[in-house]
């Protein structure tokens, strides 16, 4: 039990559908983020969330849509979505300290494993 | 802009051996840096993180990591690894007052007997 959970843990849709991924984290945590994780690249940050806020959102195509509801739950709605976004969609979670004493780490979920077919 | 390089993409060692995982970063000013583990299937773990003070950091399961900034390097180091220590070994840095964590490609570790 790693505070985090992401549902579904597989997903496999064709481009034409529409999905969304989804995220808990049980930890009380004000900051939650969305990383993609493809083979042999390094992760990348898609989008954070602080205090249900989008503070960031690296060019990531439109095709993929974030939603925070509040600050327990995190979304990733997904449409006409290609084959190359084929990879591990990674949620986390962590507490920031906005005093900036102190850098927390992020806690992660275990992943949902999207195929583009 | 911050970065992060993981020269090893795969190490092998022998079970009782020991380990070090190297990690170089780089990055303005002094940075946080951080070691996670990921196991088949599974998400990322906390190995152990350095954010100030002592320069060596102990972490979970066994490992240390040593902060040399002379050498911009935070190696992972682990005396004996058991089995269980397969998985992917991921370094990252962070900045303060910044939410953003970048990652290294990461380094796939193998156990043989």
């Known amino acids: 039990e790693t505070g985090v959970t992401q549902t579904p843990r597989h997903l496999v849709m064709g481009m034409t559908n529409k999905k969304s991924l989804k995220c808990e984290q049980h930890l009380g945590h004000n900051a939650m983020y969305w990383y993609k994780q493809s083979a042999k690249k390094p992760l990348e940050l898609m989008f954070v969330y602080s205090l249900e806020e989008r503070v960031e959102n690296n060019s990531v195509p439109s095709r993929f849509s974030p939603e925070c509801p509040n600050s327990s739950h995190l979304f990733l709605h997904l449409h006409t979505l290609q084959p190359e976004d084929s990879a591990l969609y990674l949620c986390?979670?962590?507490?920031?300290?906005?005093?900036?004493?102190?850098?927390?780490?992020?806690?992660f979920g275990q992943g949902t494993r999207l195929t583009v077919v | 802009a911050q970065s992060v390089t993981q020269p090893d993409i795969h190490i092998t060692v022998s079970e009782g051996a020991s380990l070090e995982l190297r990690c170089n970063y780089s990055y303005g000013a002094t940075p946080y840096l951080f070691w996670y583990v990921q196991s088949p299937g599974q998400g990322l773990q906390l190995l152990l993180k350095y954010f100030s003070g002592d320069t060596l950091v102990q972490g979970i399961k066994g490992f240390e990591a040593e902060f040399k900034r002379s050498q911009s390097s935070f190696n992972l180091r682990k005396p004996s690894v058991h089995w269980s220590d397969a998985a992917e070994y991921f370094c990252a840095v962070g900045s303060e007052g910044n939410e953003k964590l970048t990652f290294g490609t990461g380094t796939r570790l193998t156990i043989i007997p």
């Open positions: 986390a979670s962590s507490q920031e300290d906005r005093s900036g004493v102190d850098r927390a780490e992020a806690f």
